[in-house]
């Protein structure tokens, strides 16, 4: 009925990302939608935005609720639309191909990699993204709407913010992936976590990921800040970091030998030596226990 993954023969690393300002440069929404249904983009979230405070409504709610309701009278707002806008965001430099390599530097250490999304964007533009495509994704945590008989999206049906972003990354260290499978509440040994939060690395790039940033720097995970080095503006970098909210920054450039793509190497690597390292301790712990 769900969908569980268990512990591996190898380490798993999980690698997770926020999207917007961190695999692309700018809002999905911002990027042909807004402009579609004859918004100035600023306009748009200042529109959003007002909408939720005058009605105690979470931003996410409202932009999608905004969505739904000026696309009437000038597109058909189904799946298919939104991944076509999704297939046309802009990325940063090497994201394309950033996954698989990834994956495949895991792969010669003997560890496997996964790279989940857990983003306020949509869920239906992540998915016609070519990543998203090529399959690269374990598992997509974003928000989404609710289609109805004609596939035309009427309501929310997931809203992710800030603060209930962490949900999920408890569910990737257990391995019990499905947003509604109540067994992410239960215990599970140490010794049969799935991905443990010192093998949990999130990249994001602002103030709404900092519940996550925190709670996988509290449990020795790995967080990263990646900013847009076209713009010469730090003061966020400089204000997570300085707040110990985030370990590590790197500029949003994924190509091959980049100082991001350099530092997640280095966290592989060490994860492969701790991960050897604990194995004996959970030999010795075994030993003993049956004794």
């Known amino acids: 009925m769900y969908k569980r993954k268990y512990k591996e023969k190898f380490p798993v690393i999980a690698i997770c990302y926020d999207f917007d300002k961190t695999l692309s440069p700018k809002d999905m929404q911002a990027q042909g939608f807004i402009q579609d249904i004859g918004y100035d983009v600023n306009n748009f979230w200042e529109e959003s935005n007002a909408l939720a405070t005058a009605n105690d409504m979470d931003t996410n709610l409202a932009y999608m609720y905004k969505m739904v309701e000026k696309s009437q009278g000038n597109f058909r707002l189904d799946k298919k639309i939104l991944a076509d806008y999704g297939a046309k965001v802009e990325l940063f430099p090497g994201v394309k191909t950033w996954f698989k390599r990834i994956r495949d530097y895991g792969k010669k250490h003997n560890i496997i990699i996964e790279h989940y999304i857990i983003s306020s964007g949509l869920k ?15 598992k997509i945590y974003a928000s989404s709407f609710y289609f109805d008989d004609n596939g035309i ?26 947003i509604n499978d109540p067994a ?5 040994p140490e010794e049969k976590i799935r991905v443990p939060f010192r093998n949990i690395v999130y990249i994001g790039d602002s103030e ?21 080095p076209q713009l010469s503006n730090m003061d966020k970098v400089i204000k997570l970091f300085t707040e110990n909210r985030i370990k590590y920054f790197a500029p949003a450039d994924y190509n091959e030998n980049s100082k991001l793509d350099l530092l997640i ?10 991960e050897k390292l604990n194995q004996c301790y959970l030999n010795d712990k075994k030993i003993l226990t049956t004794k």
């Open 124 to 138: 239906e533009m992540i998915e016609g993204t070519v990543m998203a495509q090529a399959g690269e994704f374990e």
């Open 153 to 178: 999206a009427k309501w929310p049906a997931q809203a992710v913010n800030y603060t209930n972003k962490t949900q999920f990354l408890f569910r990737i260290e257990k391995g019990f992936l499905d």
């Open 184 to 188: 992410v509440n239960d215990s599970i």
């Open 208 to 228: 709404t990921d900092i519940p996550c940033m925190k709670l996988v720097n509290s449990y020795g995970g790995h967080s990263i800040c990646v900013y847009n």
């Open 265 to 274: 190497k280095t966290i592989i690597n060490k994860t492969v030596a701790f």
